[in-house]
Nanobody
Framework: QVQLVESGGGFVQPGGSLRVSCAAS????????MGWFRQAPGKEREFVAT????????YYSDSVKGRFTISRDNAKNTVYLQMKSLKPEETAVYYC??????????????????WGQGTQVTVSS
């Protein structure tokens, strides 16, 4: 059974930084493309970033490009999202997701097969 567990969310002031993590189990993590999404209250879940199995292919949404960095440590079965220069409108629940094995990166929620429970990130002064 695949399990994804996010951690590292919290409260941060505008302009601040935060790193969230996602630990995977029950899956051969090293061959799965992974993604980060977020969902603000009353809004649809939106794509943030994705990374392929080796970490050699990465794609970001335009809104976070240059400020967020996705990375992975296959030895630890963990994917990370480093966030800098955070804005209040980026307050949301952040979710990690995994595609089935040997799939490439993707931006649509429907392309992902497994989801974590999410971690709250609040950006406020």
């Amino acid at each position: 059974q695949v399990q994804l567990v996010e951690s590292g969310g919290g409260f941060v002031q505008p302009g601040g930084s935060l790193r969230v993590s996602c630990a995977a189990s029950g899956v051969i993590f090293s061959i799965n493309a992974m993604g980060w999404f977020r969902q603000a209250p009353g809004k649809e879940r939106e794509f943030v970033a994705t990374i392929n199995s080796s970490g050699g292919r990465i794609y970001y949404s335009d809104s976070v490009k240059g400020r967020f960095t996705i990375s992975r440590d296959n030895a630890k079965n963990t994917v990370y999202l480093q966030m800098k220069s955070l804005k209040p409108e980026e307050t949301a629940v952040y979710y990690c997701a995994s595609r089935k094995s040997r799939s490439d990166i993707a931006v649509a929620t429907t392309n992902y097969d497994y989801w974590g429970q999410g971690t709250q990130v609040t950006v406020s002064s």
